[in-house]
C-alpha cells in the first residue's frame, strides 16, 4: 500500500527526530524504512499509522543504524579518496616546480629584508587568501538547503591542511637556526615548506569545492527530503 503525501512528511519527521539529521542519511533510512511499512499488511488495518510507525523502527533500529554507519563510512572514503587523487595531482612536477619557484623567490625576499625572520610572516599571504578562497565554496553550501555529510567530511580535510601544512614550517626553521644553518638553506627549507602547504591547500579547494557541487546536486534531486 502506497503511502500518502502526509504520511511520508510524517515519516521524515519522525526520522529526524530519531536524529538522523543529516540528508544522505534521510534519504538512505527513508527509502528502506518506507519501504518496510508500504509492504506491512498491517498499515491502516488493525493499528494506527503513528503507533505502526513507531512499531516498526523499534524492529528495525538495529537495521537502521547499521545502514547510517554505512553511509558515513562510504561518504568519508569517497572524500578521502577525492582528497589523495587532488594531492597527487597537484604534487606533479608540473605543479611543484612553479610553486617551488615562486615560494623560493618570496621566500629569500623575506629573507634579505630581516635577518631575523619568524616563519609566521611567511604565511600571513595564504592566512589572508584562504577566506577568500573558501567564500565562494561556502555560499555553494549555503545555497543547499539541510545538513548534509557531504559537507561535513569535505570540509574535514581542512584539518590536515593546518596540521601538516603549518607546523612543519614552524620546525624546520626553528631547528635551521639551532643548529646554526645558514640564511640561504634555511630559505630552501622553508620555501620548500611553503610548497607543501599550496599542495594541501588546493587539494583541500578542489575536495570541498566538489563536496558542494555534489550537496547542492544532492539538494534538486530529492526535494521530499530538503523540502
Keep these: 500500500m502506497k503511502l500518502t503525501s502526509s504520511e511520508i512528511e510524517y515519516v521524515k519527521q519522525f526520522i529526524i527526530n530519531k536524529k538522523y539529521i543529516y540528508v544522505e ?37 538495529v537495521d537502521l543504524l547499521s545502514i547510517q554507519k554505512s553511509v558515513k563510512k562510504s561518504i568519508a572514503k569517497k572524500y578521502n579518496k577525492i582528497f589523495y587523487r587532488n594531492l597527487l595531482e597537484h604534487a606533479s612536477v608540473k605543479y ?31 592566512f589572508l587568501l584562504m577566506p577568500l578562497s573558501v567564500w565562494p565554496i561556502k555560499r555553494k553550501f549555503n545555497a543547499a538547503k539541510g545538513k548534509f555529510l557531504t559537507n561535513r567530511y569535505a570540509s574535514r580535510i581542512f584539518l590536515v591542511f593546518t596540521s601538516f601544512g603549518i607546523l612543519p614550517g614552524n620546525v624546520v626553521y626553528h631547528l ?16 620548500l615548506m ?21 550537496s547542492k546536486a544532492m539538494e534538486d534531486r530529492f526535494k521530499i527530503v530538503n523540502s
Design 25 to 61: 542519511e534521510q534519504i538512505e533510512i527513508l527509502d528502506h524504512f518506507i519501504s518496510i511499512l508500504e509492504d506491512d499488511e498491517r498499515l491502516g488495518v488493525e493499528i494506527s499509522f503513528e503507533s505502526l510507525v513507531a512499531l516498526l523502527y523499534e524492529e528495525n533500529k
Design 96 to 126: 611543484v616546480f612553479l610553486y617551488f619557484m615562486f615560494s623560493l623567490l618570496y621566500c629569500c625576499y623575506l629573507m634579505t629584508i630581516s635577518a631575523h625572520l619568524d616563519v609566521l610572516t611567511i604565511y600571513i599571504p595564504f
Design 176 to 191: 635551521a637556526s639551532r643548529f646554526g644553518l645558514n640564511l640561504n638553506l634555511i630559505c630552501l627549507l622553508v620555501a
Design 194 to 214: 611553503i610548497v607543501f602547504e599550496i599542495v594541501l591547500f588546493r587539494s583541500y579547494i578542489k575536495t570541498i569545492f566538489i563536496g558542494a557541487v555534489d
